[in-house]
């Protein structure tokens, strides 16, 4: 049985205070769904204050971006170090709107990915191609490039490390899921890809998750695709009640993955 990891990426949102409220709600709701794992990703202001309400408790904590450069000067930007020093285990890199709104390009986010690895970060890569891309047929291409240079040179044992999320950007924040279908495609596509790069073992281990519009009322449809292992949430993420509803949902229609050598 694939265990689902569920990552709630609440962006720009929550002030401390906001914050501690509603990861309190979260840690009780999900207490006892012990078959998930379950990580959330505050602003960087709010980690350190997250961090100690999750201590001792399953709950996993993730940052929403880093620099590669474990310090110096850079100003604005925070280090992979400074991420373990507030007790996160993930970090979410590569995301379309660090692409689309600072640029970022595939071969600096490789840098940031292999960076993550170095400094025992898990890193959440993000794919995913925009409306006009999967309307000009080019979908299955650049998701493609976007994971070769992304993860670049990376060695077997890194990449069972990394954690990928496709994240259709016409899907995100815009209340238009993939379909179920859409999602599995792409999801099998990447494990296709996984096998060819690296090895059998490697497509079955590492975990694909599926973002974009994830409610509480779609993630039972996502979820029971073969290859779809999770789902990495914004909007709904920052809303308690809804974020523990689709951690419920996805425990209850995992199945086996469906990765055929
Ligand atoms: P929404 O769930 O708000 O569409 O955002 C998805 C996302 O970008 C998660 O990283």
Redesign the pocket.
């Known amino acids: 049985m694939k265990r689902p990891l569920i ?1 709630g ?1 609440w ?1 720009m949102h929550k002030t401390i205070r906001e914050a501690t409220t509603l990861v309190n709600i979260i840690k009780a709701g999900v207490h006892k769904m012990t078959d998930c794992d379950v990580v959330v990703c505050p602003p960087f202001t709010a980690l350190a204050a997250v961090a100690m309400l999750l201590e001792g408790s399953k709950i996993e904590l993730g940052a929403q971006d880093m620099y590669s450069e474990p310090e110096g000067a850079f100003t604005g930007e925070i280090s992979p170090l400074m991420l373990k020093d507030v007790s996160c285990r993930y970090v ?1 890199l590569g ?3 660090r692409r689309q709104t600072f640029g970022e390009t595939n071969e600096r986010i490789h840098t940031k990915v292999a960076a993550a690895l170095k400094y025992n970060l898990l890193p959440i890569l ?1 794919v995913g191609e925009t409306l006009q891309e999967r309307e000009a047929r080019k979908a299955f291409e650049v998701v493609k490039e976007q994971f070769d240079h992304c993860l670049g040179n990376l060695i077997a044992q890194e990449m069972e490390r990394v954690v990928l ?1 496709y ?1 259709p950007v016409w ?5 238009r899921t993939a379909t179920p279908d859409q999602a599995e495609q792409m999801h099998s596509y990447l494990r296709r890809l996984l096998n060819e790069k690296y090895s059998s073992t490697i497509a079955e281990r590492v975990k694909i998750l599926y ?5 509480p009322d779609n993630m039972a449809q996502l979820m029971a695709k073969p290859n779809v292992e999770g789902a ?6 920052i809303k308690a009640e809804s974020f523990i509803q689709i951690v419920a949902h996805a425990r209850t229609t995992n199945m086996p993955t469906a990765f055929k050598r």
Not at 211 to 215: A, C, I, M, R
Request: glycine fraction near 24%; charged fraction near 15%; include cysteine.
């Open positions: 990552v990426n962006k979410i995301h379309s709107e993000c999320a994240e899907a995100i924040g815009t209340g973002g974009g519009s994830v409610k990495l949430v914004g909007g709904a993420s």
